[in-house]
């Protein structure tokens, strides 16, 4: 059977850079407490009006449909992942096609929604494709466009210190290279806690969640049952994006190791096999807190949450695309790709490069 391989791999982030002065100067925040807490340094925004995730992701496409050596009418499949689409609906994916030119070759384009664990969940569905034969040139993209919902005002600093925006991309391919290519992907989820990192508003539910409508603002008269927006959540905080920081951190560096040795595994290597893991950047403390339970060496993880902050679905393809052009991945080297974010969901899957 076909093993998939990644054939191509392409990065865009905006070249706006927002360090965490800059943030000091529009909320109650500081350096000292972001790069403490997190290990972020800087991220990078869209200009307003600029661009938009599916832009992104087609200028990072660009970049790994020309490192795998094909041409954009030839890829057969699209994979978004994303949390920050341009639009409610349709998806992302469609946008991709159109901004790649290939709308005429009528390919599937299909969207995801699992968050920081989007890219793993994408690249599942892809080899599962790929194995059967039934696509041949997948193109899986990450990205996406924070800087548009966070709350800049003191009262949204918990959340809107760690995002940032970009993209990452990534070509899939069939091989028959002997051991080459992906070797196991596990991906998982548990919605018993969906809202401690979530973003819940606007949207459809009515209410439904909520013993108190009050919240949102929602009237109790059924006419209003179908209303996206109140003027209360235009007013409030309800519209950005909530996470209870501390159970998410806890959770995160229990489900990170326990994904890691599940596809370590069920292919019977041990954690001395790693070439390179490359975790979702969540946080560099997370990073290092998983680093320090698997006993990894530093030179075994990478880390660039320092320069982009959390981009979510992009991450990995973005670590991806520059652990490569930093020469840290070579012909044969094991890699590990890990992620944990909303939903809760996570994943991992173990790559023979
Ligand atoms: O990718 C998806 C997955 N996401 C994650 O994995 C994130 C997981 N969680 C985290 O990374 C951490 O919980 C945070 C970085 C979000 C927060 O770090 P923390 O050490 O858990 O801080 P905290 O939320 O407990 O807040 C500590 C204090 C609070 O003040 P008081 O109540 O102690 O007076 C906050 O109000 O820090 C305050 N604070 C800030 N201060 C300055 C919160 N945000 C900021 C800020 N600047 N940006």
Partial sequence: MNRTKIAGVGKYVPDWTITNFDLEKVMETSDAWIQERSGIVERHYIRPGEETSSVMGAKASKIAIEKAGIEPKDID?????????????????????????????????????????????????????????????ILLVGAEYHSGGLDFTTRGRGVSV??????????????????????????????????????????MHGGYYDEDKEKYGFSDDSEYRYVVMTQ???????????????????????????????????????????????????????????????RLRDDQMFNNIQKYGNTTAASIPIALSEALDEGKLQDGDLLMLAAFGSGFTWGSALIRW
């Fill in 232 to 294: 209360k959540m235009l007013e409030s905080d309800l519209l950005y994006p909530f996470m209870d920081g501390q159970e998410v951190f806890k959770t995160a560096v229990r489900k990170f190791p326990e994904v890691i040795i599940e596809a370590l595994k069920s292919t019977g290597y041990s954690t001395n096999d790693l070439k390179l893991v490359i975790p979702h950047q969540a946080n560099l403390r997370i990073s290092q807190f998983v680093q320090k339970l698997l």
């Fill in 77 to 137: 499949f699209i994979i978004f992942a994303t949390l920050s689409p341009d639009y409610y609906f349709p998806g992302n994916g469609v946008l991709l096609q159109r901004h790649l030119g290939i709308t005429g070759t009528e390919i599937p384009a299909l969207d995801v929604r699992n968050q920081c664990s989007g890219f793993i969940y994408g690249l599942e569905v892809a080899d599962q494709f790929i194995k059967t034969g039934k696509y041949k040139n």
């Fill in 162 to 203: 760690l995002f940032g925006d970009g993209a990452g991309a990534v070509v899939l391919q069939p091989t028959t290279e002997e051991g080459k290519g992906v070797l196991t992907t596990h991906i998982h989820s548990d919605g018993t806690s969906a809202e401690l990192l979530a973003n819940t508003s606007p949207a």
